[in-house]
């Protein structure tokens, strides 16, 4: 009995600690995923090539408060260095760290005016190592020209673009070449492909001038990765439930058959088949309801441990989870007293009730 | 008036043939005793007497009703509303005290009574013991709560398998007291028993052999 009661409550722990975890991988893996980069960007959708600010603040009410994890404007510049051509990108520097925490930077970010992050390619074509400097010339937007000096704060890792990219504070940038507008705004935003879908309909459609894409590459592949995750998690619930059921169903056979001579008295005694299929069912309604309460106290435990292990961050307990895993518990245990019961009925008391 | 009524029973398992072609009448009000040898028939015939068991062949009339014909569940009803039984093993439930072992077939019969569970057992002397468990008595005791369980509902008829087999000679003297006051006290008794002590005390006593009634002996004397 006891057995059965912990198969029970393990089975309903596993299921609500499972639902739970199962619900919040989303969100937990959406956070997780951001260290991918921008899955939103913004670029210019009218005559004007360029976002200004306005229409970026605009836009980016549209963001779900709480889901923002960066939001990092660009702007594009070439300029040279000893004759030979680079792109200069001009960003707010601390989100653009948010959005993209996968930069692996060699040395510092820039913490002063006069400071650069500059690709690894960069770094290769003039031999610049971290603390040492180059001489930036080119053209501002009013047509004057300009000769700078940059010291190198580090040197950027992705593997990608960047790498041919001189990174310098917006206001450096708009020191050199004049105050503009942004060329494009990579945003990186914790939510599904169905949610970021939703927000740049709504950014196309209510504020002009401003063009929403998602970066299909990275919100597919969180999509894939996520239902993978999430049938995994649905799979291994329904193994071990069914293996609390063939448990229950065990030990409620052996509690019949230990119990045949009583069951059989009883019969003798005048009881009807009714009456012992209502007590071997009161028996496992009683099991899975303290079996599920328990699983319910034990499951959030449970997932509260997963989480903050795997995912280092803290759960709440869904209230609709409460009688969702009782009526899971009592269905689990009716189903497994199915036989176990059917066998108390067919108990003859002229047999077992037959001398040793 | 005739309480049962045997007619050509006869019960068959496989190829064994447990009762071959019975006929018996009981009146109400009388005792009756089955003696035999062992494997003679007498727990089958009480089986079929007490609803529990159907015969192969043959009509079995309790009552006014034919039970031979009767379905499980309507067996199960008759049993639970006319019949009293006392097995040689007692058969208690043993987490549960006297009492309320008995009050087990008043709950199955129609609601407990616990004023009414301890009347029947101080019938059967027991009324001190309500609160003990089966573990906490002895043989003589356990099988007067058995006796006590049997009476509750007020049974029309007795059966009682070799109720003092499990006995020493005092306590078979307890029970058979109590069994002499139910009779006199107008109760239908069937009992089977080794016995012949407990035979005398019967008013006819049926003989079985090989599953076949052998002879009746009525007071002693042959019929
Ligand atoms: N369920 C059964 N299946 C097969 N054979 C059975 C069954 N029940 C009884 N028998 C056989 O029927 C015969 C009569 O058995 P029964 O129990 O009626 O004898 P009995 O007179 O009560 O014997 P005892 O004095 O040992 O109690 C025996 O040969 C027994 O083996
Ligand atoms: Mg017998």
Excluded at chain 2, 154 to 177: C, F, Q, R, S
Aim: include cysteine; glycine fraction near 8%.
């Amino acid at each position: 009995m006891l057995v059965a009661l912990l198969a029970v409550a393990i089975g309903a722990t596993v299921l609500s600690g499972m639902v739970t975890v199962y619900y919040d991988i989303p969100r937990q893996m959406g956070q997780e995923f951001r260290s991918y980069g921008a899955n939103l960007i913004l670029v210019s959708s009218g005559d004007n090539p360029a976002l200004s600010i306005e229409e970026t603040e605009r836009a980016k009410e549209y963001f779900p408060a709480g889901s923002v994890v960066g939001v990092a404007p660009y702007r594009y510049k070439t300029a040279k260095i000893n004759e030979q051509p680079f792109m200069i990108a001009g960003t707010e520097l601390s989100e653009a760290k948010k959005a993209s925490p996968y930069w692996f930077v060699n040395g510092g970010w820039p913490e002063s005016a006069g400071e650069a992050l500059i690709g690894q390619e960069v770094a290769d074509t003039i031999r610049l190592l971290p603390g040492g400097s180059f001489t930036l010339t080119g053209t501002s937007t009013d047509g004057g020209s300009f000769t700078r000096d940059f010291s190198v704060s580090g040197i950027i890792q992705t593997g990608g673009t960047e790498e041919a990219f001189i990174f310098m504070s917006l206001e450096d940038l708009d020191n050199l070449i004049g105050a503009g507008a942004f060329d494009v705004v990579e945003c990186s935003i914790s939510a599904t492909e169905a949610e970021l879908n939703n927000i740049a309909a709504q950014i196309s459609e209510n504020v002009p001038g401003v063009a929403p894409r998602l970066v299909k590459r990275v919100t597919q592949s969180e999509g894939a990765v996520l239902a993978k995750l999430q049938s995994l998690v649905y799979l291994v619930t329904a193994v071990v439930l069914l293996l609390t059921m063939i448990c229950v169903a065990t030990t409620m056979m052996a509690v019949v058959a230990e119990r045949r001579r009583e069951i059989g008295l009883k019969k003798a005694l005048g009881a009807a088949n009714k009456s012992i299929i209502n007590e071997f069912l009161g028996e496992g309604v009683f099991l899975g309801g303290l079996g599920g309460l328990l699983g319910v106290a034990l499951g959030f435990v449970f997932a509260q441990f997963v989480s903050v292990n795997v995912f280092h961050r803290s759960i709440t307990l869904q209230p609709m989870l409460i009688p969702a895993t009782l009526i899971m518990s009592f269905i689990i245990t009716g189903l497994a007293c199915l036989a176990p019961v059917r066998s108390a009925t067919d108990v003859d008391p002229a047999i077992v009730l037959r001398g040793e | 008036m005739n309480l049962l009524e045997m007619k050509g029973v006869s019960k068959i398992y496989g190829n064994v043939h447990a009762l071959q072609n019975i006929d018996l009448i009981v009146e109400q009000g009388e005792w009756l005793a089955i003696m035999g040898p062992s494997g003679s028939g007498k727990t089958t015939m009480m089986n079929i007497v007490g609803c529990m068991d159907k015969a192969s062949r043959g009509s079995v009339i309790l009552h006014g009703v034919n039970i031979s014909q009767e379905s499980a569940k309507n067996l199960t009803a008759i049993r639970r509303d006319k019949i009293g039984l006392i097995f040689q093993q007692f058969h208690l439930i043993n987490y549960l005290t006297a009492l309320e072992n008995v009050m087990v077939a008043q709950y199955y019969h129609s609601i407990p009574d616990e004023a009414e569970a301890l009347r029947s057992l101080e019938r059967v002397g027991l009324k001190d013991r309500a609160k003990h468990l089966p573990s906490q008595l002895s043989g003589g005791e356990q099988q007067r709560v058995c006796i006590a369980r049997a009476l509750i509902n007020y049974p029309m008829l007795i059966l009682a398998d070799e109720p003092t087999g499990n006995l020493d000679e005092a306590n078979e003297k307890i029970v058979l007291d109590i069994l002499k006051q139910l009779h006199k006290e107008g109760s239908t008794i069937i009992v089977v028993t080794h016995d012949p002590e407990v035979a005398d005390e019967a008013q006819r006593t049926v003989v079985l052999e090989h599953g076949k009634i052998a002879r009746i002996v009525r007071n002693n004397k042959e019929v």
